[in-house]
């Protein structure tokens, strides 16, 4: 049984992961770095202690984390997403000192998180995957007579790479010599590893996702899939679960590849398969990401499961309570990451204090938010500051609520992708469920938008205020 929980997290994950714990009764206690102080996950959980000084590098202290872990009396530590969610160190020091980590065993972290022997796990599994360099390239000679056998375009890519980081596209021999040092350069600046691969580029695909639990039994389920092809810079935007560009019969074939993709992992907890699906509706597999997804409560919300739950359940030895032919999947769900970045500034980020924040409500809306009216957004983390998530028994319902929401969320003080979002609600391929990873570069006129929009929560809660105020 698990009774208290470390969360070596911050932001909008850490009070999602709160929550769960105060709805199973478990104990939660938050992290926080001076930057952090007035952060809402420090107000939210049941204890919550200062790791000092360092904004960022604080929560990257996997042994001071673990060592705090236990003087708290934590049994378990969950470690969200980015920061140490893929760091086998962490999970590594959590096993030794005796804390349950809520994920999946070092090991297999470990692998994984090397794309290069991720794809190798795959194919000796008979799982398809992007054709592309058997190992990390010894140089540009070698880069430049693969790409000659596999065509251009290629892409370049960091073996231990996420975030959509160290990725870059290749056209012709000539972009390939431009860009190898750049991304070998920034392989080593972002992940510590000077390790890079070539990967055919599949051109414009749909990036198709898998969720998968699997307990520690032996059991393994798929919760469906997530469409996450609308992106900027190779970083999910918008997702929506199921893919409305799949059959249903795809859709159980899929599933039941990520869960074969999942055993040949030996995988343990929540995780996730990505794939590429090529125009042709050929699918590849891209990467397994081994922990909590940004997007996973669009999956919550078609299947009525409780991810974060499961992963607790599973971390404290449970057997999964369900099997694949009792997971239901009812409607479809999107789910909007609000950013605080200006699109029509190349999605710069803009920190800075939140002077209004209505968080919106009604049948089938979800926010997951970090932010509170008067919150200063500290310019040393991620620019995600809150997720809208909308479910509707309907495509075209999803999409009426969804341009409902939001109209009716309102964050001010800070540019937010707010306005963009509803500008691609208003695209017809979209409403058609129509779209690639290159949507966001082909609508360039999505940041025509005028930038002072009225919100309807706002002006209702001043004319009520007004009212309130002159005694009508
Ligand atoms: P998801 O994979 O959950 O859909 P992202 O790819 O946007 O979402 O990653 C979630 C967060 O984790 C982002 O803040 C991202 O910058 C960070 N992140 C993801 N992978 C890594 C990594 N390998 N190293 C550092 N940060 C990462
Ligand atoms: P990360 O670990 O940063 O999430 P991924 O390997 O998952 O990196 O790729 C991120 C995104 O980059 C994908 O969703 C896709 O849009 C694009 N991408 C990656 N590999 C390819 C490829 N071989 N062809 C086309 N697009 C790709
Ligand atoms: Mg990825």
């Known amino acids: 049984m698990i009774r208290k929980i470390l969360i070596a997290n911050r932001g909008e994950i850490a009070v999602r992961i709160i929550r769960a714990c105060a709805e199973a009764g478990i104990t939660s206690a938050a992290i926080y770095a001076d930057a952090d102080r007035h952060a ?60 349950r980590y809520i994920g999946p065993g070092a090991d297999v972290i470990r692998s994984m998180g090397d794309k290069i022997q991720a794809r190798r796990l795959m194919q000796e599994a008979d799982v398809p995957v992007v054709p592309g360099s058997e190992g990390n390239l010894g140089g540009i000679d070698e880069a430049l007579m ?28 000539a972009e390939l010599q431009n860009n190898y040092n750049r991304v070998l350069s920034e392989a080593t600046k972002a992940f510590g590893r000077a390790e890079i691969f070539l990967e055919k580029c599949i051109v414009n695909p749909r990036h198709i996702e898998v969720q998968i639990l699997a307990d520690t039994h032996g059991n393994i389920v798929h919760l469906f899939e997530r469409d996450c092809s609308i ?67 669009i999956t919550e919300a078609i299947t009525g499961i409780d991810i974060v739950q499961e992963q607790i359940r599973i971390a404290g030895g449970e057997t999964l309570g369900f099997r694949q032919d009792e997971i239901q999947r009812r409607g479809y769900a999107i789910e909007f990451r609000i950013n605080a970045e200006d699109p029509k500034n190349d999605f710069l980020p803009s920190f800075g204090r939140i002077t209004r924040y209505f968080a919106p409500g ?65 695209v017809a391929d979209f409403r058609h ?40």
């Open 231 to 297: 992106q900027r810079r190779h970083q999910k935007l918008v997702e929506i679960a199921p893919s409305p560009q799949l059959d249903d019969t795809t859709r159980a074939w899929l599933g039941n590849l990520a869960v074969r993709a999942a055993q040949a992992a030996g995988y343990t907890n929540a995780g996730t398969v990505e794939f590429l699906m090529d125009r042709d509706g050929q699918f590849y597999f891209m990467e397994m990401n081994t922990r909590l997804q940004v997007e996973h409560t």
């Open 362 to 426: 009604g049948p089938g809306v979800r926010t997951d938010g970090a932010i509170y009216t008067g919150y200063p957004i500290p310019p040393y983390y991620d620019s995600m500051c809150a997720k809208l998530t909308v479910w509707a028994l309907n495509w075209e319902e999803m999409l009426n609520r969804a341009d409902r929401a939001l109209k009716d969320i309102g964050v001010y003080g800070v540019k937010t992708t707010i306005p963009y979002y509803q500008e691609i609600l208003k």
């Open 40 to 99: 809402l996950h420090v107000k939210k959980a049941d204890e919550a202690y200062n790791i000092g000084p360092e904004s960022v590098a604080g929560y990257l202290n996997a042994h001071r984390i673990v060592n705090l872990a236990v003087a708290t009396g934590c049994d378990a530590l969950h470690p969200g997403y980015g920061f140490l969610s893929e760091n086998p160190l962490l999970a590594e020091i959590c096993e030794r000192r005796n804390v």
């Open 433 to 472: 469920g129509r779209f690639d990873t290159g949507f966001v570069e082909q609508h360039p006129e999505l940041t025509n938008y005028t930038a002072s929009r009225p919100n309807r929560e706002l002006s209702a809660v001043i004319a009520a205020s007004l009212a309130a105020h002159m005694g009508m």
């Open 146 to 173: 693969i790409a000659d056998e596999i065509g251009y375009p290629v892409m370049l890519k960091a073996t231990s790479g996420g975030g959509g980081r160290g990725i870059r596209r290749c056209d012709s021999s």
